[in-house]
C-alpha cells in the first residue's frame, strides 16, 4: 500500500487559517467606544470649590465677564484675588458662539487656557478656562469600564490645582 504524499510544511499555516475562515472564526471586529457624558456642573463646582480650599484660597460666588461682547460667567473667584475658574458646558459653548471661547482651541501639550477678560462693573479677572467636555466618564461597570468618574474628577482637581500653581509662579494679584 502506497502512502499519500504530504504537503510541504509552508503549505500548513495557509491551510490553518482556510480552515479557520471557514468555520467564521475570522478577525473579531472593532469594538465601538462607550458613550460617555461630562462631569456635571453641579459637582464640578464642588469639586473646584474644595480644591481652591486645599490649595489655601476661599472660593467665592462667581463673576460675570465679557469676552468679545458676550458675558462669561467665571463661575468661581477667588476671595481678595483677581482670578478665578470657569467651568464651560456645552450649553454654555453655544452662548459664546462667535467668541474665541465658543470654539475650543486644542493647543499644542494641552496646556491650560488662561484667558483675561473684563469684569461687569469694572476691573479685570484672569480665569482658566475648563471644558466640561474635557471630563468625560461612562457610567459602565465591571471590566467594560473605559472612564471612571474617578478619573475624570481627578483630572479636574488636578487642573485647578495646576492652575493655582500657574497663579503663584506668576504673582497673579
Request: some cysteine; hydrophobic content about 35%; aromatic content about 6%.
Amino acid at each position: 500500500m502506497r502512502l499519500p504524499k504530504l504537503l510541504p510544511s509552508a503549505c500548513i499555516p495557509l491551510g490553518i487559517g482556510a480552515v479557520t475562515v471557514a468555520l467564521g472564526c475570522g478577525t473579531p471586529t472593532a469594538k465601538s467606544a462607550l458613550p460617555t457624558r461630562p462631569i456635571d456642573e453641579g459637582r464640578a463646582g464642588v469639586i473646584i470649590a474644595k480644591c481652591l480650599q486645599k490649595e489655601g484660597l476661599q472660593a467665592v460666588e462667581g463673576k460675570v465677564a465679557r469676552i468679545d461682547g458676550k458675558p462669561v460667567k467665571v463661575d468661581f473667584t477667588v476671595e481678595g484675588k483677581e482670578f478665578g475658574v470657569a467651568y464651560l458646558s456645552t450649553n454654555d459653548l453655544g452662548e459664546l458662539a462667535g467668541t474665541s471661547l465658543g470654539k475650543k482651541k486644542q493647543l499644542p501639550g494641552n496646556p491650560l487656557r488662561i484667558e483675561e477678560a473684563i469684569l461687569e462693573g469694572g476691573g479685570t479677572i484672569r480665569f482658566v478656562v475648563l471644558y466640561s467636555t474635557d471630563y468625560q466618564y461612562d457610567d459602565t461597570e465591571g471590566s467594560d469600564h473605559e472612564a471612571t468618574v474617578i478619573t475624570a474628577e481627578n483630572k479636574l482637581d488636578r487642573d485647578v490645582r495646576d492652575f493655582v500653581m500657574i497663579t503663584r509662579r506668576e504673582k497673579f494679584k
